[in-house]
C-alpha cells in the first residue's frame, strides 16, 4: 500500500475517503501519539469527517492498526534493495525491515506470524524467495523461510516493543538504567552471569543487538549449504 497523504472532503461522505488514506493517516496518528492516543474520534478530525465514516473501511480500532503496521512493512518492502539474492539479500532485507520498524515502535509488536495481511505476506514470500537461492535442499525451504521471518518480526518486536508496551513515557535510557540497577542486586550464586554484563545492557545499541542474533542465523545458513570440504 503506497503512502497517501491527503486529506477528505468536509462534509463526512464515506465514498470521499478511501481505506488507503485512513490506514495512512493513522500512521501519522500512531507516530504522533502512540497506539494508546490513536482514537477513532482524532482521526476522523484528521480527515475532516465524521467517525462513522471510518467504519465504512475498518472494522474497529484493532484492525486499523494491524492494517497501519502492515503499511510500514510495505513501505519498508519498497525501499529494502532487490538486486542482492541469497544470504546478503536476506541480510539486507531484515536490516531494511528492522529500521522501518524502529521507526514506527508502535508497529513492531503488531507485525506477527502467521502473515495473513498483503506485506506481511510479501515479506514470507521474498524471504522464502530468497532462501531458494540459498541452495538449501527444498525440504527445507519452509521452516527456514518461517524461522527467518520469526526472527525478524519476532526480535524486532521485543527489541523494540518494550519503549511502547511498558510506558510510552518512560526513555529507553531510563528503562534500561532501571532494569540494569535491578540485575546488579540479584544474587550471583543464583545468577552467576546477569549481574556481569549490566553495563553492556545500559549501553547496548538495539540494531547492533538486531544483527548480531541475525549474523548468528545466516552463518548457519551458510554452514549448512556449503558442500562438505575433504
Known amino acids: 500500500m503506497a503512502r497517501t497523504r491527503g486529506r477528505a472532503p468536509a462534509g463526512g461522505r464515506a465514498d470521499a475517503l478511501s481505506q488507503e488514506i485512513v490506514v495512512g493517516t493513522a500512521v501519522e496518528l500512531l507516530d504522533e501519539h502512540g497506539e494508546r492516543g490513536l482514537t477513532f474520534r482524532l482521526l476522523a478530525q484528521r480527515l475532516n469527517t465524521g467517525p462513522g465514516a471510518l467504519y465504512w ?41 528492522f529500521d522501518a520498524l524502529d521507526r514506527h515502535p508502535w508497529a513492531a509488536f503488531r507485525v506477527t506470524a502467521p502473515a495473513t495481511l498483503e506485506h506481511t505476506l510479501s515479506l514470507l514470500d521474498r524471504i522464502g524467495v530468497l532462501v531458494t537461492q540459498t541452495g538449501l535442499p527444498a525440504e527445507r525451504h519452509f521452516a527456514v523461510a518461517t524461522a527467518i521471518f520469526n526472527y ?79
Do not use: C, M
Open 57 to 97: 473501511h475498518v472494522a474497529n480500532k484493532d484492525e486499523l492498526i494491524a492494517l497501519a503496521a502492515d503499511h510500514v512493512l510495505g513501505e519498508a518492502l519498497a525501499d529494502a534493495p532487490r538486486p542482492e539474492g541469497g544470504v546478503a539479500g536476506l541480510r539486507a532485507l531484515a536490516v531494511t525491515v
Open 152 to 230: 525478524i518480526t519476532g526480535v524486532s518486536a521485543q527489541i523494540i516493543s518494550p519503549a511502547v508496551t511498558v510506558d510510552p513515557s518512560v526513555h529507553r535510557d531510563v528503562f534500561l538504567a532501571e532494569t540494569a540497577a535491578h540485575w546488579s542486586r540479584l544474587d550471583p550464586a543464583a545468577y552467576p552471569f546477569l549481574p556481569h554484563v549490566t553495563e553492556a545492557l545500559r549501553d547496548h545499541d538495539d540494531r547492533d543487538q538486531f544483527t548480531t542474533g541475525l549474523d548468528l542465523l545466516l552463518t548457519g545458513l551458510t554452514a549448512t549449504t556449503r558442500p562438505p570440504q575433504r
